[in-house]
């Protein structure tokens, strides 16, 4: 049939026969089969798999990565609070020695930038993103090349940094503070 087809246009003179010809001549040489286009689609969508694959192992990571940062700005101001306060008032900074199933209470509630929270309110009503408890003790044990012996002026403070969504999952900084004199 595509030979009576051809045969047929080569007969025709006038001016769109020769123009239908030049463009059937074209179409056949420059185009991209169907196949073609189905392999190419199939390549595309395979290597697109994989990339998406990578999606959720870069949010845990940047996820990671933005906890690590926060939590070290809470160990940093809780730090300044203890390194600034006199000597004998770094008790104070227990504000809530008691426990909660076993565990120290929260002293401190920080919001997801590091900020502090210090409205009730908002404590009361969960306003915040990490919580922080300290445990103090007044005397530290130095070791020595005797003995271990326990220094009056110095104070080991444990800070215990969590997430409210990951309760389980503790970040523990012991802080040295030595007694500045005041």
Same mark, same amino acid.
Do not use: C, W
């Given at each position: ?45 395979? !290597?697109? $798999?994989? &990339? %998406?694959?990578?999606?959720? =192992?870069?949010? +845990?990571? @940047? ?68 919580? !922080?408890? $300290?445990? &103090? %003790?007044?005397?530290?044990? =130095?070791?020595? +090349?005797? @003995? ?35």
């Amino acid at each position: 049939m595509g030979q009576v087809f051809s045969a047929a246009l080569s007969t025709g003179t006038d001016a769109s026969t020769q123009t239908f010809k030049r463009a059937l001549r074209s179409s056949s040489r420059g185009a991209f089969s169907l196949v073609e286009i189905m392999l190419s689609l199939g390549i595309i969508s395979f !290597a697109f $798999v994989g &990339l %998406l694959g990578l999606i959720p =192992v870069g949010l +845990n990571t @940047a996820a990671t990565s933005i906890d690590a940062t926060v939590e070290t700005q809470i160990m940093q101001r809780v730090t300044a609070v203890a390194r600034q306060a006199k000597f004998s008032e770094l008790p104070q900074m227990d504000r809530d020695p008691s426990k909660n199933n076993g565990e120290e209470a929260p002293d401190f509630f920080f919001d997801e930038q590091a900020n502090e929270v210090i409205d009730p309110a908002a404590i009361t009503a969960r306003n915040y993103v990490y919580t !922080a408890a $300290v445990t &103090l %003790l007044k005397e530290t044990k =130095v070791p020595s +090349n005797k @003995a271990t012996f326990l220094n009056p002026n110095l104070a080991t403070l444990n800070l215990h940094i969590r997430r409210i969504s990951a309760p389980r999952e503790v970040r523990l900084v012991s802080l040295f503070i030595a007694n500045n004199g005041q």
